[in-house]
Structure formats: C-alpha cells, structure tokens
C-alpha cells in the first residue's frame, strides 16, 4: 500500500528568481526518496496544481549524484520583481509552496526518519 | 606564499552584516575578502542617487564598512575586493581614501574599476531580451555590461590594498584574484569553471554557511542570530573546501552546499559568466570535517562571445497599505474592507490598472496559487498598486487609511509606504565595444 505525506517530510528546498522565471531546487533527506520526489514535482503535475500561478513552461533537470532535481518555471512570479504586487515578489517562497505538494511513498520505499 | 588562496566572503548583498564581515577577517587567515554587494535593482537605483547627487551612486554602506575593515584587512594581509563603487566607483574610491586618512593610513592604495557603464554606447536599436529595443522603452538610468575576470585582473595587478568596481559578475570578483595567484590562462575553461564554482557558492555570502536555510525540526542550524560568513581554500586545480568562520554559528555541510549551488541557476550545464560556460552538473560535494564541504567535479566550456548589460528605467512608484482585524468575526471583516475598497478605488476613483489585495493571515505570498482557508482570527488587509504618478499612489494610501473610521469595525494598525521603483531589462554588447580602465587612488 503506499503511503501519502507532504513533501516537506522528505525533501528540502530553496528558490531563487531572474526576472519572471523561478527556480527550484529540491533534495531528498533519504535517497532513496529520490524516485518519489520526481513523481512529486513532475511538471505535469505542478501545472495541474498551481495554474493560475505556474502560466509558462516548466523545465526539470535531474540531479541524480545529488538526489534532487532542478525546476525552472518561466512565467511564474506573476510579473517577477519588476512588475509583482506579490509581497514575496522574489518568490523566495515558492520553495515552500512547493513542499506544500503530497508526495505518495511506494510500499518498498521507506517511511522517513523523523 | 601558500599552495592555497583563501577567499572569504563577507557581503552577499547591498545591505549584508558587517560585524560577522569583521569577525571573519580577525578569526581566519584570508588572502581575499570579497564584499558583494551589488543586485540589478540597486545598481538601477545608484544610477538614480548619482543623478540626485554627483558625489553619490555608490553603496550607502561603504563608509560604515569601510570604517569597520580597514583598520584589519591590511594588517591581516587581507585584500578587499567589492562592487560597492555601484554606479559611481570613483566617486567610492574617493570616500574609501578619506575613511583611510581619518583612519590614519596614509599611503593606503585603493584601484577603481571603470567603464561598466555603457549608456553611451547602446545603439538605440539594441535588442532588449525581454522584447522590443532599447530606445521604446522610456525613462533610461543606466546601462552596465557585466565585466569579468578578463577587465578585472589589470586592477588586481596594481597590488593596491582595495579594489572597487561598478557591475562585475558575482563569481567573477572571486574567480580573478583565483587566476591571479595561480596563473591560469584565461581559456583554460575546465579551472575557469571550477572557479565559477567557488565563486557562485560564496557570492550570496551567509546562503551557503547557514543563511536562508533553517527549518526548524526538520533542517537545524545552530546559533543563527551569529551565523558566519563563508571562505573558500582553493587549489591550483581549482577544487575547494567551503568552511565558514570558526567559532561562528551557522552550518556549512552538504545540504547547505547543495542548495546553494543551485540558487538561481536555470540549465545546469551552462551557467553563463563573461569567464566561461560552466556546468555544474557533475558537481561532487563531499563533506571533509566538521563545517567543511569539499566541491570539485566542474566542468566548462568557452565563454559567451558577447557580455551581458542590464539596462535600468525608472519605474514610478509602489504604493502599499494595510490595515488589521482580528478577534471574532475577523475574516469576515477583513473581505468586506477587501470589497470596499475594491469598489473605492474602481468606481469611486476610476482606478483601472492592477490592484492587489491580500488577506495575510488567510493567504498571502500563495494567495495566486492557492485558495483562501475560510478562519483566522488575525487578519492583515495588504493592498499594493504601482502607478506612474504619486498622486495615484496616495490614493491608495487615503482610502486604506480612511477604513479605520469607514470600513468594517475594529480594524486597526494602518500603516502605508510609496516607494519610487526601477524595472530592469537585458541586452547583449560585443566585447570590444566596453573599454575598462583602472585608477589607483592614494590615501
């Protein structure tokens, strides 16, 4: 049976801007939660989660030596810092808002530690 | 001289601490101090001060740091590299001379950097990267290409004890006192990398020893509130162990090591300087002892034939207000101020442009994203607008003001801030097309 929790439990995160496109890097905790990570943030799926926010193409580059992923989405700081009314117009806390995704842990894939 | 150049970081940003910059210095042994303290948007706004004021444009910290490091910098055998001179470096090398000769250090040698600015040599048909030319967009301030190691090492060369530059890319100011010391042709793109490594780790100062990382129960950093700024003991390989300054809180590891590396990083395998096209894909980070990350595994390929120039505009003004409720009832008082003042400031005042209001404490930094939760019981109405004229900012500002006596009950804490605001674009400029000079300053 698999399990669901939110990625916050297995992975961390920082976020970073240039100009309207946002950037992402996440990393599990335990490597062997690097497979759940991918089904957690594939593109597909953020897209289908934050519409109104994530309006452009969104890019993955897999970082597997260090269990984590690299996510560019363009068109994703409602304007960036030139234009946002966002009081996080940066979208220094994307990385966050992406935590806040259920990542589902397959049955051979271990609980995390804490 | 050492097998290894030791390179600390002690400013990622205009506005960066300046106590853990002295400790850093008086604690480790560094060839290199680097202050960086230059974003895209504060050197749009130097440009703005420089016309205000001819005698200003440089970083409005440069004294009280200057203050603060050169009284040690000199004596520890530590040189001092920064992009505070912003977008008037001579002007900062003329305020760093009369801080040396308050302090008594006559004879101190300071080089400036020049010619990053290039305004006027943007054809007015330059393309802008964001669409459209240089000459549509109105209200210009400045204009900076990105200078690199190649314009920085003739100032490095002078051997003066300080060194100020206007617009140098961020690793750039680590990577050149790296080729300076070991020698490194400037098509040896392999070590350029590996530099542009180091560099890029250390540029956002206290991001990769502890800064912006903490989580509490999740990622621990310890004593926080005297985190250390980070250093870099480079080979002549270019590899490099990140530590930070000893007995300093913070945390240099792995994690830190990682998430840094990919701070605004788009395509790993081509992060683009005026030095080189470096890939960082294959980055080994392997932690060697206790706050001490070993980094190596860069790999790089030619550099861009052109440099990067970010252009800046003016770009009127943001206005923010907002007003509190909280107790019983108070997100419903909150929605109803949100729908007065939607109504206010559209049929009212005939204010058509966007109009952003929050509800923190419901939703806010996500509010785009995410849906509003139904409850709290201490809600903030946040509203932002931007406008070409103060007199429509101000309009925000009365009419959140006037719902403390017109608007719901029990709202409280206005508070309301016009700031004037720079928009940036990019352009590309042939490399022959900048002509950097350097001048050495005495105290």
New interface residues.
């Given amino acids: 049976m698999s399990r669901r929790l939110p990625l916050h439990a297995i992975a961390h995160a920082r976020a970073g801007d240039k100009g309207d496109t946002s950037n992402v890097c996440l990393f599990v905790y335990d490597h062997r939660h690097h497979p759940a990570l991918l089904r957690a943030v594939a593109p597909e799926r953020l897209r289908a989660a934050f519409p109104k926010l994530l309006r452009g193409p969104i890019r993955l580059y897999e970082l597997p030596h260090l269990h984590g992923v690299n996510l560019v989405m363009e068109s994703a700081l409602e304007g960036g810092v030139n234009a946002s009314l966002n009081l996080d117009g940066h979208g220094k806390s994307w990385s966050f808002l992406l935590l806040s995704l259920e990542a589902e842990l397959e049955e051979n894939e271990p609980a995390p530690a804490s | 001289m050492s097998a290894k150049l030791v390179i600390g970081c002690g400013a990622g940003f205009a506005a960066d601490r300046l106590d853990a910059a002295v400790e850093l210095v008086e604690r480790f042994a560094l060839d290199w101090l680097v202050l960086e303290c230059l974003g895209e948007?504060t050197l749009a706004f130097a440009h703005r001060d420089r016309r205000a004021d001819p005698a200003k444009g440089y970083n409005p910290l440069l004294e009280r740091r200057m203050r603060a490091l050169l009284p040690i910098c000199p004596r520890r055998g530590t040189r001092l590299l920064s992009n505070m001179g912003a977008a008037n470096p001579r002007a900062a090398g003329e305020a760093t001379v009369r801080v040396a000769r308050e302090l008594g250090l006559a004879g101190l040698r300071v080089a400036v950097l020049l010619g990053d600015e290039v305004s006027g040599v943007l054809d007015p048909d330059t393309p802008l990267w964001?669409g459209g030319r240089l000459a549509d967009r109105p209200g210009l301030v400045g204009a900076n290409a990105y200078l690199g190691v190649e314009q920085l090492l003739p100032a490095l060369a002078t051997g003066a004890e300080v060194i100020l530059t206007g617009r140098v890319a961020d690793p750039s100011l680590f990577v050149a006192p790296m080729v300076a010391r070991f020698g490194w042709a400037l098509d040896d793109w392999a070590k350029l990398a590996a530099a542009t490594v180091v560099g890029h780790l250390l540029e956002c100062g206290m991001q990769v020893s502890g800064g912006?990382?903490a989580?509490p129960?999740?990622?621990e950093v310890p004593e926080l509130a005297r985190c250390g700024f980070p250093f870099a003991e480079v080979g002549a390989d270019g590899t490099a162990v990140i530590g930070k300054t000893p007995g300093s809180g913070g945390r240099v590891d792995r994690?830190t090591v990682?998430?840094?590396?990919?701070?605004?990083?788009?395509?790993?395998t081509a992060y683009l300087t005026p030095d080189v096209t470096a890939d960082f894909?294959?980055v080994?980070?392997e932690e060697v002892g206790p706050d001490r990350v070993r980094v190596s595994g860069a790999r790089g390929r030619p550099r861009p034939p052109t440099l990067k120039v970010t252009v800046g505009f003016d770009?009127g003004f943001l206005a923010e207000a907002g007003v509190s409720y909280a107790g019983p009832n108070a997100a419903a008082r909150a929605r109803l101020a949100r729908s007065v003042l939607q109504e206010r400031m559209r049929a009212v005042h005939g204010f058509s442009g966007?109009?952003?209001i929050?509800l923190?404490g419901l939703r806010?930094?996500?509010?785009?994203?995410?849906c509003e939760p139904p409850e709290s019981e201490d809600v903030r109405l946040?509203a932002?607008?931007?406008a070409g004229d103060r007199a429509t900012a101000e309009l925000l500002l009365w009419e959140v003001e006037a719902l403390l006596t017109s608007g719901p009950a029990g709202g409280g804490g206005y508070r309301g801030t016009i700031v004037p605001q720079v928009?940036?674009a990019?352009a590309s400029l042939p490399r022959e097309r900048v002509t950097p000079r350097v001048e050495v300053l005495e105290a």
Wanted: aromatic letters at 10%; zero cysteines; hydrophobic letters at 35%.
């Fill in positions: 948007r964001e912006y990382f989580d129960g999740k990622k994690r990682a998430e840094q590396l990919f701070y605004e990083v788009h395509d790993p894909s294959a080994r980070i770009g966007p109009l952003r929050d923190v806010s930094l996500h509010a785009t994203a995410l946040h932002a607008l931007r928009t940036t990019s």
